[in-house]
């Protein structure tokens, strides 16, 4: 039986805390590399960099977390939340996205620098 059953506690949620800032540390500050830009029709553009089963999606029209979706085949992956949705690794080489605004009538057609 352990007698100090407080310290122990502290202890274990200091590690859990250490990690996690570490873990949200590591997000933040990726290479420039994990993050892809592509370029839109309406004269949009984007950076994407895919984060678990989330697509953090950052452009003039502000920034967005879209969650994975079940749609979707072979390479194509499929990500939305309740303001927009994005398919991604369309076309012959898997450089095209569609991004559709759900909140407005626009659909843009976009190619991966």
């Known amino acids: 039986m352990n ?4 310290k ?3 202890a274990l949620m200091a590690s859990a ?3 996690a800032l570490a873990g949200c540390a590591g997000m933040k500050s990726g290479a420039p590399s994990d993050m892809l830009a592509y370029r839109c029709e309406q004269d ?4 994407v960099r895919f984060v678990n089963n989330t697509a953090v999606l950052k452009g003039a029209r502000g920034d967005d ?4 979706d079940a749609g979707g085949q072979g390479a194509q992956t499929v990500y ?4 927009m ?3 991604f690794g369309l076309g012959a080489n898997g450089r095209e996205a569609v991004l559709q605004y759900l909140q407005q ?3 843009a057609r976009c190619m991966r620098d």
């Open 105 to 107: 009538p626009l659909v």
């Open 3 to 6: 007698h100090y059953p407080g």
């Open 17 to 19: 805390g250490a990690l």
């Open 80 to 83: 939305s939340n309740p303001r």
């Open 8 to 10: 122990r506690m502290a």
């Open 44 to 47: 949009l553009q984007f950076t």
């Open 85 to 87: 949705r994005a398919e």
């Open 65 to 68: 977390v879209l969650l994975r």
